[in-house]
């Protein structure tokens, strides 16, 4: 008995519950014992062991939940806290469904001993357990009362001003009423229109009562909305059971709710009710509880038991305040305004004079030289009185333009003399009279006289100054130069003598005047400045100077450079100069010139300026060249990648050996420019692999060949790979940090990321899965295959693109193949030249060349067997590859 070689596929489901089969598991067991009946029976089916042929498989198929649920049951019953818990959940459904006549019966007594014995433990309990039923009552109440307060002062304080409020207060004279109630009495216009009688826990209108001319919709409906708006509220903001929204205001409507045990009323009131409403809505629901408590709690929508409830009703919808029709009192209105007219006129006038008035008298005040020290209103008239000094502004002119009359304005005044310094100023001008050389100003409330004037001017300005007042301003005549032709000549001298005292090799040691004689004295270094030849431009007569100079040498550095240029004729290569007091000579001299140089500076004064030749090079032929040799070996030394193991300099000639990285600076290169005779130079290298970071990076990136989405740096001599690479490139990453890792080196890599090929994989495999066929024994496809290769240029086009933006570099290989006919060398040609069409072709479109390589595959990678029906056309094409790199 032998069976068909086709593979058996089962459907994929999940078992929708625990009680059905899992027919997978079934349907191995069956072919697992087809297989132990009939050998021959090679059906296939992936993932069945092979041997696996045991029926304790099927009795557990079969009966395993029963055997489990049996196995916890037991397990349930062997275990007394288990069980416990088991009953405690079934507990409180079993008490729900019990009849209530029995339960009561069952648990009246234990309950009754547990309240006693809890209250007589802890009376607190009771308080706690009362607290949440007696405070929102006491709340509201509490609540009702303030209302009912502001209402009532609102409504007061809004008529009380009023011609009603005029007749609403002896109306409380006269009835011994407060004048608040009369004014709630007759202000507040409501009346209740609807009145709505709802069971708590259904939501059911239980009845409704309706006002004469007041319409509504159905009250079924209406009562249902209000129940979902007050259970709303609750769910909302979590809001306790005992309380609920007790108004609600539309326009001129409020809804005004009383919550009782059983039934919630509902009133409709249109205007402005008074607060002690609510106590009369109240009343009539504890009335109805009173007289219909069980009717309410057993309420399940037959209103036939209560039936006296709509007249209980009734005197809530006759509660209502009509407005009076009384008239507009036009003639106390006439009366009040034929008062209040030309009294009104007449206060706006004073107030217009009065405003008018003030502004001249802050006028007065701002004016400098002006004080005032009373001012006041009488009768219409105007007085004011102060101070004003002379020089200040009329204070009758200073009227014109205030729109106050002249007439009605009586001032007195008192002079004085004002210490403001622009008044101080003018009395200073008109005394003394300055010159025109003498310019008088006002400086940071000084008085500042400047320029030249003769000393008798002068002598009268300090005594002027002298005279001033204790509080006035300072008068400066500090910057008034005497133009008296002693004081010039005084003036002059001294000019000369600060110039001399500022010249370097020259101290003044004595100068003086007398008899209009000048007299000065003191030591000059021969290398400074003529003394006689600076009085020129100085304007001092020469014939009155009488000096006496006693030559010294300065030890100041230009004297000192200067002498030292004289006694050491430095040649043209040497320059001298100073530098922070030092004198510094730098270039190349001959050695006897550095000799007499050290010899110079061992002679300066201890102190004098130093003398620094360490900067002058000695020219000789063999020192010139040992300089050069060493500049060239440090130049090396400072060279990454070169070690200088041994160096010396012999006979004429250069040696030097060491280490030296292929990847670091030239040897021989470097010599350019060090002036050292590269045919002297003997040098041996071995080379070595440098461990300096930038050679390690160098080697890395030519082995490695990373993505431009990842960069190597160096951060403080460690090698940190950054970005984003195909897993591929990360091993190997990962194997070079590895292998450096051992020689010292350290290249983390941990902050490298796999690079995320998503978005490019649904393209790749749109470009892969596309072939371009050709017929037999060409190598151009046909026409029908336009279309195909320009979707494919578009494709190829935009992976590129996306390819390089995710930091990877893409490459197509275009790969030739033929059918089994003819020659393999022929068809290996023609192999080839398919995908050499195809290239061109793709260029053509649009495609850049280097994505493009291409390869003849022959015969050799056939897309179906040729013996096929379909074989050999399908065989005759250009398949595509994606690589990245």
């Known amino acids: ?42 059906a296939r089916f992936d993932g069945v062991p092979t041997a696996d042929p045991r029926m304790e498989t099927l009795r557990q198929l079969l009966v395993s939940r029963e055997i489990s649920e049996l196995s916890r049951v037991t ?52 308080t706690d357990i009362l607290y949440p039923v007696f405070l929102p009552a006491i709340r509201k109440s509490i609540g009702e009362k303030i209302d009912q307060t502001f209402q009532s002062l609102n409504e007061t304080l809004r008529h009380i001003f009023t011609w009603h ?43 409704h009562v309706t006002a004469d001319n007041a319409t509504s919709e159905d009250p079924q409906l209406i009562s249902s909305m209000l129940s979902a708006i007050q259970d709303f509220v609750k769910d909302s903001f979590n809001e306790k059971e005992q309380s609920g929204l007790d108004t609600i205001r539309f326009g001129d409507l409020r809804l005004w709710s009383e919550v009782g045990p059983f039934a919630t009323l509902v009133s409709v009131i249109r205007g402005n009710p008074p607060e002690e409403l609510h106590e009369i809505v109240r009343d009539v629901l504890l009335r109805i509880h009173d007289e219909c408590s069980q009717a309410l709690e057993q309420f399940d929508g037959d209103s036939s038991q209560l039936a006296g409830v709509e007249a209980q009703l009734q005197t809530c919808v006759e509660l209502k305040q009509e407005e009076s029709n009384q008239g507009f009192p036009w003639l106390v209105v006439a009366a009040a305004l034929l008062v209040l007219i030309p009294a009104g006129g007449w206060f706006f006038l004073s107030w217009q004079s009065g405003q008018r008035w003030q502004a001249y008298v802050s006028r007065l005040e701002t004016q400098p030289g002006i004080i005032v020290a009373e001012q006041k209103i009488r009768g219409g ?99 008034v130069r005497d133009v008296s032709p002693e004081a010039r000549a005084a003036e002059r001298w001294q000019a000369y003598v600060s110039r001399l005292e500022t010249q370097p090799g020259i101290i003044v040691a004595e100068q003086k005047i007398r008899d209009g004689q000048f007299y000065i004295a003191g030591l000059r270094d021969p290398l400074a400045a003529d003394p006689q030849a600076l009085l020129s431009g100085t304007q001092v007569d020469p014939a009155r100077v009488h000096s006496q100079w006693q030559f010294y040498q300065s030890l100041e550095p230009e004297f000192v450079l200067k002498r030292l ?47 620094d030749i360490s900067k002058v090079r000695d020219v000789s032929p063999e020192a010139r060249a040992a300089e050069h040799w060493q500049y060239y070996v440090s130049r090396l030394e400072a060279q990454p990648g070169i070690i200088v193991a041994q160096q010396t300099a012999r006979g004429g000639h250069f040696y030097i050996s060491g280490l030296r990285d292929p990847l670091a600076a030239d040897p021989q290169a470097l010599l350019s420019g060090t002036q050292v005779d590269p045919a002297r130079v003997h040098s041996q290298w071995q080379f070595y692999q440098s461990l300096d970071p930038k050679f390690v990076v160098k080697r890395l990136t030519a082995s490695l060949t990373p993505p431009k989405s990842v960069q190597l740096s160096i951060i403080q001599g460690r090698i940190v790979v950054v970005g984003e690479a195909p897993a591929a490139w990360i091993s190997r990453a990962q194997a070079a940090a590895e292998q450096l890792s051992a020689d010292g080196v350290v290249l983390d890599v941990s902050q490298l990321h796999e690079l995320d090929l998503a978005e490019l994989n649904h393209l790749r495999e749109a470009i892969q899965t596309t072939d371009i066929f050709f017929s037999s024994g060409k190598v151009v496809p046909g026409p029908e295959q336009v279309p195909v290769l320009d979707r494919l240029a578009g494709q190829i086009k935009e992976f590129a693109q996306d390819a390089r933006k995710s930091g990877v570099t893409a490459r197509f290989m275009l790969t030739g193949h033929s059918d089994a006919t003819g020659r393999e060398t022929a068809n290996a040609s023609i192999s080839a030249a398919r995908a050499e ?23 050799f990678e056939p897309a179906v067997p040729e013996n096929s029906q379909t074989g050999s056309s399908t065989n005759r094409r250009v398949s595509i590859t994606v690589n990245l790199d």
């Open 837 to 859: 069409t195809v290239r061109a072709l793709l260029n053509k479109r649009g495609v850049a060349p280097e994505l493009l390589l291409v390869r003849g595959a022959g015969t």
């Open 165 to 207: 409020g005029l007749k609403w207060r002896f109306e409380a004279w006269r009835t011994g009423a407060s004048f608040s109630e009369v004014v709630l009495k007759h202000s507040l216009i409501y009346r209740v229109e609807h009145v709505f009688l709802i069971n708590r826990n259904s939501g059911l209108l239980i009845a």
């Open 381 to 479: 008239q105007f007085y004011i009185a102060g101070l004003r000094d002379p020089l200040g502004a009329d204070p009758q002119s200073l009227l014109s333009g205030t729109q106050v009359d002249p007439a009605r304005v009586h001032s007195q005044w008192q002079f004085y003399q004002s210490l403001e310094p622009e008044f101080v100023l003018k009395r200073l001008t008109a005394s003394l009279a300055p010159p025109d050389s003498v310019r008088l100003s006002i400086v940071n409330d000084r008085i500042v006289a400047e320029g030249e004037a003769p000393d008798t001017w002068i002598d009268r300005a300090r005594a002027a100054a002298r005279q001033l007042s204790a509080g006035g301003p300072e008068f400066d005549i500090s910057k």
């Open 75 to 126: 397990h349930l019953l062997d275990e007394p806290e288990q069980l416990a818990a088991a009953v405690g959940d079934v507990l409180s459904s079993a008490a729900a469904r019990a009849p209530h006549a029995q339960l009561g019966e069952a648990l009246a007594p234990a309950v009754e001993r547990a309240v006693q014995r809890s209250i007589q433990k802890s009376p607190r309990t009771l």
């Open 1 to 42: 008995m032998t069976s068909t070689v086709d593979p058996i596929s089962l459907p994929q489901r999940t078992a929708s519950n625990d009680t059905e089969i899992d027919r997978e598991a079934l349907a191995r067991l069956l072919i697992e014992i087809a297989r132990n009946v009939d050998p021959d029976y090679r």
């Open 565 to 611: 240029t004289a006694s050491l004729y430095p040649p043209d290569t040497v320059r001298l100069s100073i530098v922070n007091d030092r004198i510094v000579a730098e270039g190349e001299a001959p050695d006897t010139w550095i000799d007499r140089a050290r010899a110079a500076a061992r002679q300066l004064s201890a102190g004098g300026p130093e003398f």
